[in-house]
């Protein structure tokens, strides 16, 4: 059996093609930073028609999904998805099984497939991008809550807020990509959308001071979330997915912060980095179909 696979983004769409042993036998990507249902829709069935050879349809999304039947609830960083019954638009369009899963609990889900956390009963995944997601894996169980709404980390305070407004002091505000290039470009008063993680993370190994502060501050925010998270749940490992983590010293930097609390927060790298969505969709999507035939 081949899943096309897909792992809707803030910015980019990944379509793929994936047999049961989690190999990807294709892949491509499109720009999807316009947030546009009908035009992320289109792509989707127009990568179904290159690839006919799919029997099911793998999703994972941002927002609060409903696993079972592939209802999204609110679309996160993808907002015309909200009170959107996905999985039923593509069967109808389609006649293919599918299903679609949280974006974040999807990277999770493929690290317990293929990854490091294989032989792992306690672990957890934060997802670091546009926005920030979580997933949380305890007593050999995904962890969903009460509404599917677990693992929104993003929410987690940093620091105490002054003010009614406590978004600012989230770790969604703070520990994200965007808060990254946003806190910089305030700071320096250039826009922006003239600038990219990639540019921050080089100004500071330049030794810009601004940059430095910035940086320093992400990590220290980072920190501190892990630490909040680490003394809840008490996983064997965090891992960490997203594009921050192909920097090299990533975990090095990470670490240092983490040594002020003097307890062994053991953290990792995501296996899979930008497939992790994909794979993880698809192995929602086979053990949704495993369940139905028990």
């Given at each position: 059996?081949n899943?096309?696979a897909?792992?809707?983004g803030?910015?980019?769409?990944?379509?793929g093609?994936?047999?049961?042993?989690?190999?990807?036998?294709?892949?491509d990507?499109?720009?999807?930073?316009?947030?546009d249902?009908?035009?992320?829709?289109e792509?989707?069935?127009?990568?179904l028609?290159?690839?006919?050879s799919?029997s099911?349809?793998?999703?994972?999304?941002?927002?609060?999904?409903?696993?079972?039947?592939?209802?999204?609830?609110?679309?996160?960083?993808?907002?015309?998805?909200?009170?959107?019954?996905?999985?039923?638009?593509?069967?109808?369009?389609?006649?293919?099984?599918?299903?679609?899963?949280?974006?974040?609990?999807?990277?999770?889900?493929?690290?317990?497939?293929?990854?490091?956390?294989?032989?792992?009963n306690?672990?957890?995944?934060?997802?670091?991008?546009?926005?920030?997601?979580?997933?949380?894996?305890?007593?050999?169980?995904?962890?969903?809550?009460?509404?599917?709404?677990?693992?929104?980390?993003?929410?987690?305070?940093?620091?105490?807020?002054?003010?009614?407004?406590?978004?600012?002091?989230?770790?969604?505000?703070?520990?994200?990509?965007?808060a990254?290039?946003?806190?910089?470009?305030?700071?320096?008063?250039?826009p922006?959308?003239?600038?990219?993680g990639?540019?921050?993370?080089?100004?500071?190994?330049?030794?810009d001071?601004?940059?430095?502060?910035?940086v320093?501050?992400?990590?220290?925010?980072?920190?501190?979330?892990?630490?909040?998270?680490?003394?809840?749940?008490?996983?064997?490992?965090?891992?960490?997915?997203?594009?921050?983590?192909?920097?090299?010293?990533?975990?090095?930097?990470?670490?240092?912060?983490?040594?002020?609390?003097?307890i062994?927060?053991r953290?990792?790298?995501?296996?899979?980095?930008?497939?992790?969505?994909?794979?993880g969709?698809?192995?929602?999507?086979?053990?949704s179909q495993?369940?139905e035939?028990?």
């Amino acid at each position: 059996m081949n899943i096309a696979a897909f792992d809707i983004g803030g910015t980019s769409l990944k379509m793929g093609v994936i047999d049961r042993q989690g190999n990807i036998l294709a892949s491509d990507s499109s720009d999807i930073s316009h947030n546009d249902r009908d035009k992320i829709l289109e792509q989707i069935i127009a990568w179904l028609k290159k690839n006919p050879s799919c029997s099911g349809i793998a999703v994972s999304t941002p927002g609060y999904i409903d696993p079972d039947n592939g209802y999204i609830a609110m679309g996160g960083t993808v907002r015309d998805f909200d009170r959107f019954h996905l999985s039923q638009w593509l069967t109808e369009k389609t006649s293919l099984p599918a299903t679609v899963e949280n974006d974040a609990h999807c990277a999770l889900l493929a690290e317990r497939w293929l990854g490091k956390a294989k032989k792992l009963n306690d672990f957890m995944m934060l997802t670091i991008g546009t926005g920030l997601g979580g997933a949380a894996f305890c007593n050999g169980a995904l962890i969903r809550g009460g509404r599917n709404r677990a693992g929104e980390f993003g929410c987690l305070l940093t620091s105490r807020p002054t003010d009614s407004n406590i978004e600012p002091h989230t770790m969604a505000q703070s520990c994200t990509m965007t808060a990254l290039r946003e806190n910089y470009a305030q700071l320096s008063g250039q826009p922006a959308d003239d600038i990219s993680g990639k540019d921050v993370f080089d100004a500071f190994e330049q030794g810009d001071e601004l940059a430095q502060k910035v940086v320093n501050t992400f990590y220290q925010h980072l920190a501190a979330g892990l630490y909040n998270l680490f003394s809840v749940f008490d996983p064997q490992t965090i891992f960490i997915g997203g594009g921050i983590t192909e920097r090299e010293s990533f975990l090095q930097e990470l670490s240092q912060q983490l040594e002020k609390y003097q307890i062994d927060i053991r953290i990792d790298t995501a296996t899979y980095g930008n497939d992790s969505g994909m794979l993880g969709a698809a192995y929602h999507f086979l053990q949704s179909q495993q369940s139905e035939l028990s």
